[in-house]
């Protein structure tokens, strides 16, 4: 079939596995060899926070099949004909004999290994910040077995009381919910001004609401300054500002970069992001060597540029085409991302796709159009759950470049189909009329999905004006002209209110009170209701009696990101 004899994949996790295995299917003949420095191999680390806050106990699930076989060395021989060795690390390449040296972390013996093609698949290392006291007991990260073993160990002995999370990423995020549901009490400290950095901040504070509604306190804009101690212990966080949190744990969680030193030693390009640079093949610089995972940087579909994407699905779908074309001739390509991610939040989960509104001023987008939908995924009688979706599209075309959507409601499903929609390049008016699956048990007669495209398109034909949260706070705080109008009825005043000035009138009683609204036909007028579906009612209503400067706060109460009056 082709002369490649012996291929070698450095990294056992998921790159390098899926990399190996598919090697393997494509090219039977080939000898194909794992190196894996971790004492595992497959860890299902996306799995790591569940298995510490105890979602499941049976810590071999981490690593098994879905028939619960663990996958080690001798499972990857008998079922692939794959030799992995486990404990053993790389520490160089030459590429001018095409060998790697490796070590056996507990003999301490060297050896090599010559290969026809060579994929690297080293993932990740977590960034821990520069400052004094990380060596202390009671420091850890979420990003090995070890970790979770230690995690799941203080989780479990119940000694520990007060921990604190340092960083709000979507592994700080779940690390809070974790330690949360095993009964310690905690404190996310976060030095950018909102959680989840992918939202846009007003959608990042929902979810950031939502947690502090779990008894667990968030500190944003602040860093950790010094991490304190007593005989080599862990007793306190001293924050940037000053403030010294007293805790026993503290979980670093500020991001990961690229674990490439293997790569660079040997000579290969490194890109912007510091992650090895490879081309739609996974082909790094030398064309011998393939790089999949947490330590390659992509292409964004939607911007252009190059960004750093460590996501586990990723991984594993670039580990394929790694594993097919060294295997074989370059064949398959990984055309790159839009860093479309999800991630659980207690009763919340917080998904996003291609750019924010935010990502796509960065990248350029200067005439951008908005949209937020606060609706149910199905119907009161199926007990629907709230979702909340941001939509971001250009302007003058419609395509769609982003959504963002959060809440209890079935965010998954929003997510694939904006994710598959900004994939195929889809304007407003491609998912206007979209044919989904309907029935009760599982959406809207129309989708919230394409409800929020609706929504979209009114806007852009100029049917509907919008005003988002933001604004309208903006306008209460620096004491603007405008009437603020709550459209539900005076029973659901009375259970929960924004409490910004405004006015109660229910749409069905609006067409009698329009005496109570301002003569001035041309103030501004600001409808909203709980989810603004009554709002948008109002403001038609409003519209057609001579108002002309009408908006709808979108999303209504649901998407309101500041604390309510109840
Ligand atoms: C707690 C947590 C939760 C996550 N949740 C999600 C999620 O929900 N969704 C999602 O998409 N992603 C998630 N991720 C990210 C996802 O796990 C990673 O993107 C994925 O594991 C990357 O796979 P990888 O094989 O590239 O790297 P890694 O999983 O980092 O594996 C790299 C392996 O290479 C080995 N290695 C490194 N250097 C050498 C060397 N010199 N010699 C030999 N071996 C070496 C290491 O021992 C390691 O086992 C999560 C990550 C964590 C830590």
Redesign the pocket.
Known sequence: MNDIKRIVV???????PKAAAKAGRINPNAEITI????PELS?A??G??YYVGGFFDDRNALLATPTGVVRNPQYYLNAKGIEAKVN????AIDREKREVT?KDLQSGATDSISYDKLVL????KPRIPQVPGTDLDGITT??SMKDVDYLRAICDEKKICNAVVIGGG??GV?ACEALNLAGLEITLIELLPQLLPSLDWEMAKLVENHIKSKSTHIITENGVAEFLGENGKLTGVKLQNGVVLDCQLAVIAVGVVP?VK?AEDAGLEIGEWGGIAVDEYMQTSDPSIYA????VESIHLVSGKKVYA??????NLQ?RVAGENAASENSVTFPGTIQT?I?KVFDFSAGSTGLSETSAKKAGFTDLITAVNASPDKPAFMKGKLLVTKVVADKNSGRILGAQCVGPGDVGRQIAQWSMAIQGKMTVEDIVNADLPYAPPYSLTIDHFIVSAHILQNKMKGRIAGVSALEVKEKVDTGENVFIMDCRSPEEFEAMRLGIGETLIPVGALRKRLADLPEDKDTEIICYCKISMRGYESSLVLKNNGWNNVRVMEGGIMAWPFPREK
């Open positions: 450095v990294g056992g996790s998921a790159a390098g190196l894996q420095k971790d860890m680390s996306c790591y926070p053993t690390e790389v520490v490796y698949a080293t993932g990740a979420l990003q979507l592994i779940e674990n293997l999949a995972g947490d330590c460590p996501f586990g699905d990723l991984a580990g991610g991630c």
